[in-house]
């Protein structure tokens, strides 16, 4: 009896999302340039592979400039091209201790995770998720098991190989209480040039003391747009650290993920490291909702901007408790005088005015000084010049493992060294 | 090694140097005194060919050839090197990261952890170049730099200037290595300092020195008597004096 009502609530429940999403279907979204999506088909089946060594060279290398190794050592992997989940395996040491499938799957093996499906991200948000809602293409589902401690990524890569398609997935992502975990994903075109979109609706439920690093790396190409919908939801004493990292040109990508930290002493850090190139239009950010005593922020933004690429770096820090306490800052250089840093930081207090919310921005040009010194050390203009967009993009990411610092700062030292 | 003749340098649209003349031969170290904004700084920087630093009259020779309008990046490739008295921050790059590019433009790799040993930077490889740096660790920092990139002509401003008294014997031994031969056979190595108080003297045998003042050099001689006549009479002197 009880389960008949409970599949009935999830029907129920299911049927309400789609209604709701085809209402939206239309919506403009209120920030990035507007999409035609009706410009492009749904992106193709794959057939799955069942070793490592079957994946074809080419995606492996889209896989690899998008920082996801395939064949390397990580605790659990996620490969999806276009529309199939291609390869899927968790180390055995893993083995019992977090999952990681498509998402499609992950819902019909367990119904009962139907709750998390557009459970902090609105389905009807605009017509990007209404388009991951009633035509989804795959996506991920983690789930590290409660007071698991992995210290190896897990990694997730999305690719896309066809022209003038939509991928459209729903990642879901669960750390049971005192679960510890860092998650590499890495999404990336196999073919540069092709236009394409990439709808990425991503929720991230933490418990309480649970632990999460996550680092995003994009590679995708100039025809390309990108339109991340992202939320997390943080219990008590929860820890979730976002770094993103976009390099390379494309077309536009528009993002503002939200992060509700829920319990007390919930804590949220966000990076984004961008190189903007091209006629690339970026407009990114990240919303940090303080609810719960002790709850704190951070969301930093280095941005380089040349050619005629326009980037907006948003942030907003809302307080609802006194004791919360939370620091947006943007830097960007601009290399250009036809490329554009909007830094849009705000800040929001609601009947807590002992929160403490502050800010700090800085965009101008690279300093000519420290280029002249270089030079006198002997290194040349442009070696000056990649040397400095190092170290600008350089973070210092707190709580990130060596091992992904030093991937991260490898990315931005290749990328540094041909930027200009 | 190097002559400068009539040099006259601008910044902005003020004209700083008026007409300097110079010679230093190869092996020679010279030091450049005079009071604060005679312009010591500014002759070092048009000397590296540093931008901002316009070169309106003269010409500056460096081992028989005209490098008056040569960028800075090819003076330092052609062995010119300098100390700087105001450095900036490179946020984000350590000194040990700039430190191994400086030595790899000599197709070195090692010998970055010894050399900054000598000059007490160990503890300073992993910290953003000049980033927080004190005084002494600035001067410090800087003859490490200079010591990997072993330039045939280095020009130090101020070495001695806010160190303290333990790091001058650390900062006298750099100079003097500064300006070792590597082997009997190759280049003698030579410099310019500028100096104050004349502490080096004590480390380094400088063949010359010479009184900055006006935008000229008013006065040249052994820098030992240079600096008892100017204690003595101070640089107003040094002006009227017709040595
Ligand atoms: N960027 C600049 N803009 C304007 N004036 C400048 C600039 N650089 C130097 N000057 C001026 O040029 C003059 C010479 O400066 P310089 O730094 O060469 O002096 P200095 O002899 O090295 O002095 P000190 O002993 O104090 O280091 C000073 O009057 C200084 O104010
Ligand atoms: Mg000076």
Known sequence: MCEVRAMKVQEEYLRDLRERAEKALTKKAPLGPDIDLSQFYLCSPRERVEDVREIEDQLKEAALYAGVELEGEKAATYLQVDRSAVYERVQRAFQGKLEIMSSQEALQKYPELFEYWWGLVPVDADKYTAFAELCPTEGYFIRVFAHTKVEIPLQACLLMSERARVQSVHNIVILEEGAEANLITGCASVRGNESGVHIGVSEFYLGDNARLTFTMVHNWGEAFHVRPRTAARLGKNAFFSSTYVLLKPLASIQAFPQVFLEGEGAQATFQNIVFAKGNSYIDLGSTLLLKNRGCRGSSISRVCATDEAQVFARGRLIAYHDEVQAHLECKGMLFSPRAQIVSVPELEVHGAPRARLSHEAAVGPFEEEAVNYLRARGLKREEALSLLTQGFLNLDLPGLPEALRRYIEEIIRVTSRDVL | ?243
């Open chain 2, 1 to 243: 090694m190097l002559y400068i003749e009539q040099l006259k340098v601008a910044v902005g649209d003020t004209l700083i140097l008026d007409g300097v003349n110079l010679e230093i031969q190869e092996g020679e170290v010279h030091v450049l005194l005079g009071p604060n904004g005679a312009g010591k700084t500014t002759l070092l920087m048009a000397i590296m060919g540093m931008p901002g630093y316009r070169i309106v009259g003269g010409r500056i020779f460096f081992q028989g050839k005209d490098i008056t309008n040569l960028d800075v990046e090819e003076r330092a490739r052609m062995g010119i090197g300098m100390a700087f008295q105001k450095v900036p921050t490179i946020s984000g790059i350590t000194l040990r990261t700039l430190g191994r590019l400086v030595l790899e433009k000599r197709g070195l790799t090692d010998a970055l952890e010894e050399t900054a040993s000598r000059v007490n930077c160990l503890y300073l490889l992993d910290r953003e170049v000049g980033k927080g740096f004190s005084g002494g660790e600035m001067k410090r920092a800087e003859l490490f730099q200079l010591l990997l990139q072993r330039p045939l002509f280095s020009m130090v401003d101020e070495p001695e200037s806010g160190v303290d008294l333990d790091s001058i014997a650390l900062v006298g031994q750099a100079l003097r290595e500064l300006f070792e031969r590597d082997q009997v056979r190759t280049k003698k190595r030579s410099g310019l300092i500028i100096t104050h108080t004349g502490y080096i003297l004590e480390y380094l045998n400088a063949d010359r020195g010479h009184v900055l003042m006006n935008g000229r050099i008013v006065c040249s001689g052994n820098p030992r008597d240079l600096f008892a006549d100017i204690r003595e009479r101070g640089y107003q002197e040094c002006a009227r004096c017709e040595r």
